[in-house]
T-cell receptor, first 113, second 109 residues
Framework: DAGITQSPRHKVTETGTPVTLRCHQT?????MYWYRQDPGHGLRLIHY???????DKGEVSDGYSVSRSKTEDFLLTLESATSSQTSVYFC????????????FGPGTRLTVT | RKEVEQDPGPFNVPEGATVAFNCTYS??????FFWYRQDCRKEPKLLMS???SGNEDGRFTAQLNRASQYISLLIRDSKLSDSATYLC??????????FGTGTRLKVLA
């Protein structure tokens, strides 16, 4: 296992509430990513980080923000959750020792009611 | 056209069979290619990277065809435990990856 944890693993929240998901790595990988996975769409990149305080948008970034204040932690925030953000969220890491293989965390199942 | 495409399947094969999946990509500048395995309600797990010269790991063989812009995964002597969804991923070298939607494999006893 690549030493990635996500919390919480499951969450149910109401429309309009803010939600923060956490990704924590112990592998000292430079790059961290947030994806969402939905039936028929596969994995879609929300945001990624290429270093502490360095982040960039992915293809489905609207309604999401991220922060990375330490190498180990990458936070994903849904400012005001909507039902369309019900999904499975995966964190991934890459970039250790010059490789670009990605490794995924166990995922967070988020339901917005 | 999607940047990365896979046949969703399902591919239903008997134990012991050989099965192959393809994954086509549209960006000719793509540099890195990967196969992942994903079990139901679990995270994708890296199966193998795909090199220009091909890559073999036990019963699994991955190939890259740059001219036709596809990668392939061959599984020999299929086991029940190989049942899963197989995702391909393509990167243009910017540490951003595009994933296919996956091919479902079901190995039957």
């Amino acid at each position: 296992d690549a030493g990635i944890t996500q919390s919480p693993r499951h969450k149910v929240t109401e429309t309009g509430t803010p939600v923060t998901l956490r990704c924590h790595q112990t592998e000292n990988h430079r790059y961290m990513y947030w994806y969402r996975q939905d039936p028929g769409h596969g994995l879609r990149l929300i945001h990624y980080s290429y270093g502490v305080k360095d982040t960039d948008k992915g293809e489905v970034s609207d309604g999401y923000s991220v922060s990375r204040s330490k190498t180990e932690d990458f936070l994903l925030t849904l400012e005001s959750a909507t039902s369309s953000q019900t999904s499975v969220y995966f964190c991934a890491i890459s970039g250790k020792q010059g490789t670009n293989e990605q490794y995924f965390g166990p995922g967070t199942r988020l339901t917005v009611t | 056209r999607k940047e990365v495409e896979q046949d969703p399947g399902p591919f239903n094969v008997p134990e012991g069979a050989t099965v192959a999946f393809n994954c086509t990509y549209s960006n000719s500048a793509s540099q890195s290619f990967f196969w992942y395995r994903q079990d139901c309600r679990k995270e994708p797990k890296l199966l193998m990277s795909v090199y220009s010269s091909g890559n073999e790991d036990g019963r699994f063989t991955a190939q890259l065809n740059r001219a036709s812009q596809y990668i392939s995964l061959l599984i020999r002597d299929s086991k029940l435990s190989d049942s899963a969804t197989y995702l391909c991923a393509v990167s243009s070298g910017t540490y951003k990856y595009i994933f296919g939607t996956g091919t479902r494999l079901k190995v039957l006893a």
